[in-house]
């Protein structure tokens, strides 16, 4: 396989345009597990979404972005972690 990606996270407006990738996962390496490789979750308001991003072999950090595809942020950053299953809570 090549390293280009088999899949996209994407936000974007109801015409396609606008399009910001959260998160295009590499089609090489190992993964972390095979399920659940992109979490994403939408703020209970709509205004934010908060996402992991695979980042290579058994890494993935979360980041936060305003709906609008503005504004990303890096939530986590530590060295070989694996953040994955995001949710919002109420």
């Not at 396989?1 to 089609?27: C, E, F, I, K, Y």
């Not at 993935?60 to 950053?77: K, P, R």
């Amino acid at each position: 396989m090549d390293d280009t990606a088999r899949w996209a996270s994407m936000l974007m407006n109801a015409d396609g345009s606008n399009q910001v990738v959260l998160a295009a996962p590499q089609a090489s390496g190992r993964g972390y597990g095979g399920q659940g490789e992109l979490s994403l979750s939408w703020s209970p308001d709509g205004s934010k979404i908060v996402f992991n991003r695979p980042e290579g072999d058994l890494v993935s950090h979360l980041y936060l972005i305003n709906a609008d595809g503005s504004g990303l942020v890096q939530v986590t950053s530590a060295a070989g972690v694996v953040n994955r299953n995001v949710s919002w809570s109420n």
